[in-house]
């Protein structure tokens, strides 16, 4: 899917609005979108990362929107099953590909902890090609 289908789908906002006081206000919203699409790009990751960004964008702290977009990350790669056999009931704890916290780093950078990846039996090692697999619909 292309950018312009990604953003033609998600975000059918109109270009401008007007407010109750009479003012005519543009939607802002479209123009940070492509921002984060264009930092998903370039950073070699799937576009739908981005919408992530997005909803996690409304927090007060750059440590509780990466929190937010870790969480929301998570949560659509449970709902796909990445990393989880089939009859299996564990929750796993993933460990993202360098991109997704470069990416994660630039767009939320302050108060950044770097702390080393888990080594247990339940961690899932992610890969580029395992985003790229995720059904986005």
Request: hydrophobic share 40%; aromatic share 10%; net charge positive.
């Amino acid at each position: 899917m292309s950018v312009q289908m990604f953003l033609a789908f998600f975000w059918r906002r109109p270009a401008c609005t007007v407010s109750r006081t009479g003012r005519t206000q543009l939607a802002s919203i479209n123009l940070l979108m492509d921002v984060y699409v264009d930092l998903c790009c370039s950073f070699g990751l799937p576009v739908w990362i981005a919408s992530l960004l997005q909803a996690a964008r409304r927090l007060k702290s750059d440590r509780a929107r990466r929190k937010k977009a870790y969480r929301l990350l998570q949560r659509k790669l449970m709902f796909h099953r990445v990393g989880v056999k089939e009859g299996d009931l564990f929750q796993p704890t993933y460990v993202y590909p360098e991109e997704v916290k470069m990416l994660m780093r630039s767009v939320f950078s302050q108060d950044i902890c770097d702390y080393p990846d888990p080594c247990h039996d339940q961690v899932v090692y992610l890969t580029l090609e395992d985003l790229h697999k995720v059904d986005i619909n």
